[in-house]
Nanobody, 114 residues
């Protein structure tokens, strides 16, 4: 059974940092492109960052420089380090794994507010 489980979300003040983690089970993690998506209330789900099996990264323009995606194939884990958080980063963040198949985690809430 495939399972993606996110953690690390929460409430943070503007300018603060959070680190999201996603642990995958039931897949050959190392061959998957892993990504983080987010969905704010009333908006479509959007790609935040992705990292291929070869370590090539891609970021949404709105998070470049502030966010960093990384993966640890030995631990079946992908991380998203989020710095200089803004109120507009508030959303539910979802972990995604894709090759010919695609899987999603249940999401973790990130709220940026003073």
């Amino acid at each position: 059974q495939v399972q993606l489980v996110e953690s690390g979300g929460g409430l943070v003040q503007p300018g603060g940092s959070l680190r999201l983690s996603c642990v995958a089970a039931g897949i050959n993690f190392s061959i998957y492109t892993m990504g983080w998506y987010r969905q704010a209330p009333g908006k479509h789900r959007e790609l935040v960052a992705s990292i291929t099996s070869g370590g090539i990264t891609n970021y949404a323009d709105s998070v470049k420089v502030r966010f960093t995606i990384s993966r640890d194939n030995a631990k079946n884990t992908v991380h998203l380090q989020m710095n200089s958080l803004k109120s507009e980063d508030t959303a539910v963040y979802y972990c995604n794994a894709i090759t010919s198949d695609q899987y999603w985690g249940p999401g973790t809430q990130v709220t940026v507010s003073s």
